[in-house]
């Protein structure tokens, strides 16, 4: 069965940074878009930034010049680089997966880490 496992979760200051790494199986990692969604107390899920197994990203407009996403394929991993911090990023982070298998639509959650930004 496959998983994901997210780390680099924590509390920082605004303006602070952080790095987000999500782990993946090489069956999940393999051929998949892979993302970061996050969830703030009250609020729905939203997708926050995204790399196609092709490199390509597409970003939340609230992220964009602060959040950079990338993927090492060698290490099937996915990383979310944070900058420039704001107390309205803290939120539950959780790592995406998704692709087509044959006509099947599959994706995969991780079990979300904990982002705090505070004074």
């Known amino acids: 069965q496959g998983q994901l496992v997210e780390s680099g979760g924590g509390l920082v200051q605004p303006g602070g940074s952080l790095r987000l790494s999500c782990a993946a199986s090489t069956d999940i990692f393999s051929g998949s878009a892979m993302g970061w969604y996050r969830q703030a107390p009250g609020k729905e899920r939203g997708l926050v930034a995204q790399?196609?197994?092709?490199?390509?990203?597409n970003y939340a407009d609230s992220v964009k010049g602060r959040y950079t996403i990338s993927r090492d394929n060698a290490k099937n991993t996915v990383y979310l680089q944070m900058n420039s911090l704001k107390v309205e990023d803290s939120a539950v982070y959780y790592c995406n997966a998704w692709k087509w298998v044959a006509t099947r639509f599959v994706d995969y959650w991780g079990q979300g880490t904990q982002v705090t930004v505070s004074s």
């Open positions: 790399i196609s197994s092709d490199g390509k990203t």
